[in-house]
Nanobody
Framework: EVQLVESGGGLVQAGGSLRLSCAASGFTFDHYAIGWFRQAPGKEREGVSC????????YYADSAKGRFTISSDNAKNTVYLQMNSLKPEDTAVYYC????????????????????WGKGTLVTVSS
């Protein structure tokens, strides 16, 4: 059974930083995209950033470019999202998700079609 477990959310002031972690387990397939989506109250889900298992290529939403960095530790089967210069509009529940057989830019779809999801971690940025 595939499991994705997020951690690292919390409350931070605007301008601060957080690092989210997604520990993945229970799968053996090699080619997939894994990354982060977020949903704020009253807003549609947004693909924030993803990484391809095959070549490490990445996708970033415009809202994340220049502030967020995705990385992976294959030995630990863990994906990280380093979030810097956080803004109140970054407040959301952040979910880790995985889709087999695609590359990172698949995440621009907003999460439709992702095969597996974590339960999410709340990020709150105060002004």
């Amino acid at each position: 059974e595939v499991q994705l477990v997020e951690s690292g959310g919390g409350l931070v002031q605007a301008g601060g930083s957080l690092r989210l972690s997604c520990a993945a387990s229970g799968f053996t397939f090699d080619h997939y995209a894994i990354g982060w989506f977020r949903q704020a109250p009253g807003k549609e889900r947004e693909g924030v950033s993803c990484i391809s298992s095959s070549d490490g290529s990445t996708y970033y939403a415009d809202s994340a470019k220049g502030r967020f960095t995705i990385s992976s530790d294959n030995a630990k089967n863990t994906v990280y999202l380093q979030m810097n210069s956080l803004k109140p509009e970054d407040t959301a529940v952040y979910y880790c998700a995985l889709r087999r057989g695609v590359r990172a830019n698949y995440c621009s779809s907003g999460g439709n079609g992702m095969d597996y999801w974590g339960k999410g971690t709340l990020v709150t940025v105060s002004s």
